[in-house]
């Protein structure tokens, strides 16, 4: 067992405590008090917050910075996102997953949520110091590719957890993915990611079989209008009737009064999302409904970093109507993918005077993280006092 005081607790489920306790105890945070009834170490001018969660990530896309800046013509940008991944060699590949391992520690991301298209990044993220869950990608519109999906899908199902790394699946994209494969996803017991309402031409091409996609799918050879779902709603009331977690990424045109479970929560990629154009994202609109609204980066595809504090950060600047606490617990809910809030997964984040919400979105990022109980680096961190 080990206590903690800093110049602020951010427990982000009560209010802020000036020089606050958090006592940790191996991997879960036993309590926090709001005076010194033990020894504590002191980490000084920092506040200590619940870990950034990156719920919606492409690790193995990191080799894309800056490769394809997004426009509004989405399906035009997809197809170099597809080429890119065709002239990428496995060496490369673990590179780019070890490179988005590294960034996202740095940022001070202690849970992620990485869609992998080919299971890559189980391995590194199993041996890394990072909570993760792996959502292995499965597409497959014709009815043969669909059929060797759900080979993959029965293969990954298999999957037991290492260390702290959990597996789950991630059925494309309603434009990618045959009903019938995501009737199987929900079914197989595993938390589940899907990208859903991305985008318009994904609406019309869903209710009338029509747009940009038709195109777009002749051409990579996985047209079959057939296979697909009938609505977004569709999509999303077949992974509805399940317990574990489904995670809803970009859900930018999905409409905001569908019924959603409590397992339901919707990652909103604010820097991606403006990067494509789109209209005002409707989060609060979700959160006004009682759906869990949680921040992912999407890829370096699409974003400039891993980086869930600059999401913070922009959406401070351009929705400053939100209060900035309802920011940071949207950017540290790992109750979106099941992990409970009580595990010691904590960032030190050095502040000045005034508001600590407001000092954590303006500060440089972390100084410390501690996941599972343990500082990534030295233990306890260097030039603490240790008072009674
Ligand atoms: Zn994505």
């Known amino acids: 067992m080990r206590s903690y005081t800093a110049r602020w607790v951010l427990p982000l489920d009560r209010p802020p405590l000036a020089g606050g306790v958090l006592t940790v ?6 309590s926090i008090e709001s005076y010194r009834s033990r020894p504590a ?3 000084g001018d920092v506040a200590l917050l619940p ?10 896309l990191t080799g894309m910075a800056g490769l394809a800046p997004p426009s509004a013509d989405f399906t035009s940008w997809l197809q170099r996102v597809i080429g890119h991944r065709r002239t990428r060699s496995t060496e490369q590949i673990h590179a780019d997953i070890a490179a988005g391992i590294a960034q996202s520690l740095r940022f001070g991301t202690t849970l992620v949520g990485d869609i992998s298209a080919d ?11 990072l909570r993760a869950f792996v959502f292995r990608e499965i597409l497959g519109l014709t009815t043969e590719r669909a059929k060797a999906a759900r080979a993959t899908l029965d293969a990954w199902i298999d999957k037991r957890p290492v260390g702290r790394c959990r597996p789950g699946i991630s059925p494309h994209a309603p434009y990618s993915v045959h009903v019938e494969l995501y009737r199987a996803a929900s079914a197989c017991g595993l938390p589940v990611c899907t990208h859903v309402a991305e985008s318009r031409d994904e609406l019309e091409l869903l209710a009338d079989h029509r747009g940009a996609f038709v195109d777009f799918l002749k051409g990579v050879g996985g047209w079959n209008p057939e296979g697909l779902a009938s609505s977004v709603a569709h999509v999303v009331g077949l992974l509805a009737d399940r317990s574990a977690p489904v995670l809803l990424a970009h859900a930018n045109y999905l409409p905001f009064d569908i019924q959603l479970g409590a397992n ?12 494509f154009g789109h ?5 609060l609109d979700f959160q006004a409904r009682g759906v869990r609204v949680v921040l992912g980066t999407d890829s370096l595809a699409s974003n400039p970093d891993l980086d869930i504090l600059a999401e913070v950060r922009f959406l401070h600047q351009t929705r400053p109507e939100v209060p900035p606490e309802t920011l940071l617990r949207m950017a540290t809910d790992s109750e979106s993918l099941g992990v409970p809030r009580d595990r010691a997964d904590m960032v030190a984040v050095p502040v000045r005077d005034g508001d600590p919400y407001e000092a954590v ?12 109980g343990k500082w990534l680096s030295d233990s306890p961190p260097q030039g603490i006092n240790v008072r009674a």
């Open 41 to 43: 170490d002191d980490l």
């Open 25 to 30: 105890s191996d991997d879960r945070v036993i």
């Open 51 to 60: 870990g950034f969660v990156n719920a919606h990530t492409h690790l193995d």
């Open 279 to 283: 209209p005002a994202h409707p989060f």
């Open 119 to 129: 299971g890559a990044s189980w391995d590194p993220l199993a041996a890394s110091p």
């Open 264 to 275: 339901v929560t919707v990652v909103y990629c604010p820097r991606t999302h403006a990067a």
């Open 361 to 372: 979105i303006h500060s440089v990022g972390p100084r410390r993280v501690m996941i599972g």
